[in-house]
Protein backbone atom coordinates (compact mmCIF):
# COMPACT_ATOMS: atom_id res chain seq x y z
CA UNK A 1 0.00 0.00 0.00
CA UNK A 2 1.14 3.75 -0.75
CA UNK A 3 2.11 5.86 2.07
CA UNK A 4 0.25 9.41 1.34
CA UNK A 5 1.14 12.58 2.79
CA UNK A 6 -2.39 13.05 5.21
CA UNK A 7 -1.42 9.56 6.74
CA UNK A 8 1.78 10.40 7.24
CA UNK A 9 0.45 13.94 9.03
CA UNK A 10 -2.05 11.79 10.57
CA UNK A 11 0.94 9.63 12.29
CA UNK A 12 2.82 12.42 13.17
CA UNK A 13 -0.24 14.17 14.77
CA UNK A 14 -0.90 10.83 16.90
CA UNK A 15 2.61 10.85 18.51
CA UNK A 16 3.36 14.31 18.61
CA UNK A 17 0.96 16.47 20.68
CA UNK A 18 -0.07 19.70 20.04
CA UNK A 19 1.79 22.45 22.12
CA UNK A 20 0.21 26.17 22.83
CA UNK A 21 2.61 29.33 22.62
CA UNK A 22 2.36 29.42 26.31
CA UNK A 23 3.03 25.98 27.42
CA UNK A 24 5.88 26.41 24.90
CA UNK A 25 7.62 29.43 26.34
CA UNK A 26 7.20 28.30 30.19
CA UNK A 27 8.85 24.79 28.73
CA UNK A 28 11.74 27.20 26.77
CA UNK A 29 11.80 28.93 30.11
CA UNK A 30 13.04 25.44 31.88
CA UNK A 31 15.64 24.30 28.68
CA UNK A 32 13.63 23.26 26.14
CA UNK A 33 14.69 24.02 22.59
CA UNK A 34 12.15 26.09 20.15
CA UNK A 35 13.08 24.54 17.00
CA UNK A 36 12.21 26.07 13.86
CA UNK A 37 11.83 23.67 10.84
CA UNK A 38 11.20 26.09 7.97
CA UNK A 39 13.44 26.88 4.78
CA UNK A 40 16.06 29.16 5.23
CA UNK A 41 14.03 31.61 2.61
CA UNK A 42 11.09 31.85 4.98
CA UNK A 43 13.30 32.70 7.97
CA UNK A 44 14.90 35.44 5.77
CA UNK A 45 11.28 36.66 4.78
CA UNK A 46 9.65 36.98 7.86
CA UNK A 47 11.96 36.29 10.63
CA UNK A 48 11.93 33.88 13.81
CA UNK A 49 10.66 33.66 17.07
CA UNK A 50 12.74 34.94 19.44
CA UNK A 51 14.65 32.14 21.63
CA UNK A 52 14.57 29.93 18.36
CA UNK A 53 17.00 27.74 16.48
CA UNK A 54 16.37 27.41 12.99
CA UNK A 55 17.47 23.45 11.06
CA UNK A 56 15.45 23.65 8.20
CA UNK A 57 13.38 20.02 7.74
CA UNK A 58 15.59 18.74 5.07
CA UNK A 59 18.63 18.80 7.14
CA UNK A 60 16.94 17.37 10.14
CA UNK A 61 18.47 13.72 10.43
CA UNK A 62 22.01 15.17 9.69
CA UNK A 63 21.74 17.83 12.36
CA UNK A 64 19.93 15.35 14.72
CA UNK A 65 22.51 11.95 14.70
CA UNK A 66 24.82 12.59 17.12
CA UNK A 67 27.21 10.07 15.05
CA UNK A 68 27.64 12.44 11.87
CA UNK A 69 29.91 15.19 11.96
CA UNK A 70 27.51 17.54 11.04
CA UNK A 71 25.49 16.72 14.66
CA UNK A 72 24.23 19.82 16.14
CA UNK A 73 24.91 20.62 19.85
CA UNK A 74 22.01 21.99 20.46
CA UNK A 75 20.03 18.57 19.87
CA UNK A 76 20.18 16.01 22.95
CA UNK A 77 18.32 13.44 23.03
CA UNK A 78 17.20 14.30 26.96
CA UNK A 79 16.47 18.11 25.68
CA UNK A 80 12.79 18.75 25.03
CA UNK A 81 12.02 20.33 21.64
CA UNK A 82 9.59 22.60 20.31
CA UNK A 83 9.20 22.39 16.55
CA UNK A 84 7.12 24.81 14.29
CA UNK A 85 7.13 25.91 10.50
CA UNK A 86 4.80 27.88 8.97
CA UNK A 87 1.91 26.19 9.45
CA UNK A 88 2.12 23.05 11.77
CA UNK A 89 3.12 19.95 9.08
CA UNK A 90 6.39 20.04 8.32
CA UNK A 91 6.58 20.14 12.21
CA UNK A 92 4.56 17.29 13.21
CA UNK A 93 6.20 15.51 10.50
CA UNK A 94 9.65 16.19 11.84
CA UNK A 95 8.79 15.58 15.34
CA UNK A 96 8.03 12.02 14.25
CA UNK A 97 11.20 12.23 12.76
CA UNK A 98 13.01 12.88 15.87
CA UNK A 99 10.80 10.95 17.92
CA UNK A 100 11.76 8.14 16.00
CA UNK A 101 15.32 8.82 16.32
CA UNK A 102 15.25 8.70 20.05
CA UNK A 103 14.42 12.45 21.16
CA UNK A 104 11.72 11.59 24.38
CA UNK A 105 10.11 14.67 24.97
CA UNK A 106 8.90 16.81 21.25
CA UNK A 107 6.19 18.99 20.72
CA UNK A 108 4.83 20.70 17.50
CA UNK A 109 3.77 24.37 18.14
CA UNK A 110 2.47 25.25 14.89
CA UNK A 111 3.24 27.54 12.87
CA UNK A 112 4.80 30.88 13.35
CA UNK A 113 1.88 32.63 13.25
CA UNK A 114 0.47 30.91 16.03
CA UNK A 115 3.31 32.13 18.23
CA UNK A 116 3.15 35.77 16.59
CA UNK A 117 -0.29 35.70 17.44
CA UNK A 118 -0.16 34.78 20.89
CA UNK A 119 1.82 37.49 21.92
CA UNK A 120 5.49 35.85 20.78
CA UNK A 121 7.98 37.73 20.40
CA UNK A 122 10.38 37.88 17.08
CA UNK A 123 13.72 38.64 16.16
Known sequence: MTLTAAA???AAH???PKISTEEARAK???GALLLDVRDGAE???SGRAE???HISRGMLEFRADPSLPSHD???QFDRPLILHCASGGRAALAGKLLKDMGYREVWNLGGLK???DAGGPTA
Open 73 to 75: PEL
Open 43 to 45: VQA
Open 14 to 16: AVV
Open 51 to 53: GGH
Open 8 to 10: MLE
Open 114 to 116: DWV
Open 28 to 30: MAQ
